[in-house]
């Protein structure tokens, strides 16, 4: 490692290299391309941001692109590499689509940028329109490229890659390993080592994967009000319909549920203030589509719900890894009925999660057959509460009620005997009456 991050690597905190850190470090510092396949949160973005930006000249033009799914990630790996890139006298610049086209252009022939870190779609279009130079190129980075190689975007991919030198160094990494990655070689004319490490690496905390009942969309809404009143309770849930979404945030709103979305039609600055209340615990529900959350690192997450539960093993992992990052650990809730959870368990046969029953009781989530218990239990007791220990003011307060309670029933009982003087008048009156009537 570079001498000033090895400084750097210390103060931070850092005690030692992940496997993917340690895997790719070598031969990514050589020059060969690699693809390192690692899980989620294992420290990716280091991976290649260590072994990289050592070989990367000062005030040379652009030499290192980085290609991100999504804005957030973009920025995300922006700031990731900026932290490091300064200690070199670098300087990295993100080029996303939703920000301002004219001001990036601007931006980017003010500062000349070595590095870059870009979405697909923005880079392509600066490219058509002859913004960036790119002849200058050494390095690309194709990160979760499992998703960039899928599709239509393995298209744009191609044609970025091949406006860069021919002897540019590639790397990919992903957290799964895709059918595509098999013609990696051939498709961009290279060598390309695969550094697979998901079998040796340990960095990911204990997560638990929960089944929880929630039959309808109703129901998944107010389940998720349910949650957010359980103790420390803040997750990232994912929708696979937007409308669903839209449905799920209004109720949640007018539920009074501190709760806020993040989709990709968003502005930019909007997405990054949602993600900045979310990160500082201000949001406790943040709703999401796997597009716009691909990839994020939101530090010491609780729990992801899927309110819509994925389609593919793939989704699942990648949903799933925004939680139990670097050691922490994790809650997955998926919401549904029997038949959603007897889909996912044959969608995941392949892999290792555990799949277990969840209800709340108490305002806790736990194991179903507990929940049942203490259900249970509660119902079995008296319902009539004990009386509150007596207290000064207390007393005042029954004394006080007392005399009023008195006095009213004081007033009742004279009107009483009022209305039975009139009542006894009223029979004698009668009485003599009907007497004098018979003497007659």
């Known amino acids: 490692m570079e001498a000033k991050f090895e400084q750097h690597f210390q103060a931070a905190g850092f005690a030692a290299l992940t496997a993917i850190q340690s895997g790719v470090m070598a031969p990514l510092s050589a020059g060969d391309s690699v693809l390192g396949i690692a899980p989620t949160g294992s420290g990716k973005t280091l991976a290649f941001t260590w072994p990289l930006l050592p070989r990367v000249t000062p005030n040379a033009g652009l030499q290192l692109l980085v290609l991100e799914p999504s804005q957030e990630l973009a920025m995300q790996t922006t700031k990731v590499m900026r932290e490091w890139a300064q200690l070199l006298g670098l300087k990295v610049q993100s080029l996303t689509g939703g920000a301002n086209l004219k001001r990036q252009v601007e931006r980017y022939k003010k500062t000349k940028p070595e590095v870059v870190v870009g979405t697909p779609g923005r880079i392509l279009h600066l490219l058509d329109e002859r913004n ?3 002849s200058t190129v050494k390095m690309l980075v194709v990160d979760e490229a499992d998703d960039l190689l899928a599709d239509d975007t393995q298209a744009v991919v191609e044609d970025i890659e091949r406006t860069t030198p021919l002897d540019t160094q590639l790397a990919f990494f992903s957290a799964t390993k895709g059918k595509v990655f098999d013609q990696l070689s051939d498709m961009f004319g290279r060598h390309i080592e695969t550094i697979d490490v998901r079998a040796q690496d340990h960095s990911q905390g204990e997560v638990k994967h929960g089944l929880v009942v929630a039959r309808t ?14 103790k420390n309770f803040r997750a990232l849930v994912f929708f696979t319909s937007i409308k669903t979404l839209h449905y799920t945030a209004s109720r949640l709103k007018h539920a009074g549920v501190s709760s806020a979305t993040l989709g990709g039609k968003q502005r930019q600055t909007e997405r990054e203030a949602v993600m900045r209340g979310f990160r500082k615990h201000q949001i406790k529900l943040l709703l999401t589509t796997d597009v716009a959350a691909r990839g994020l690192d ?42 959603d959870f007897r889909d996912l368990k044959r969608l995941l046969a392949k892999t290792e999660y555990d799949l277990v029953p969840m209800a709340i009781a108490e305002r806790e989530l736990m194991d179903a057959a507990a929940a049942k218990a203490v259900n249970a239990k509660r119902q079995a007791e008296p319902t009539t509460a004990p ?14 009620a007392k005399r009023v309670l008195t006095k009213a029933k004081k007033k009742v009982r004279k009107k009483q005997r009022k209305n039975k003087g009139i009542r006894l008048k009223h029979r004698r009156k009668a009485e003599a009456a009907a007497k004098k009537t018979a003497t007659k």
């Open 217 to 230: 969309m109703s129901q998944k809404a107010a389940m998720l009000e349910r949650l957010s009143k359980t």
């Open 132 to 134: 960036l130079n790119m």
């Open 298 to 339: 939101i530090p010491k997450l609780p729990a992801v719900v899927n309110f819509e539960l994925p389609t593919t093993a793939n989704l699942y992992i990648h949903r799933v890894g925004r939680t139990g990052r670097q050691g922490e650990p994790g809650l997955v809730i998926n919401l549904g009925d029997d038949h």
């Open 387 to 400: 009386a509150p220990a007596a207290t000064p003011e207390a007393g005042r307060v029954k004394t006080a």
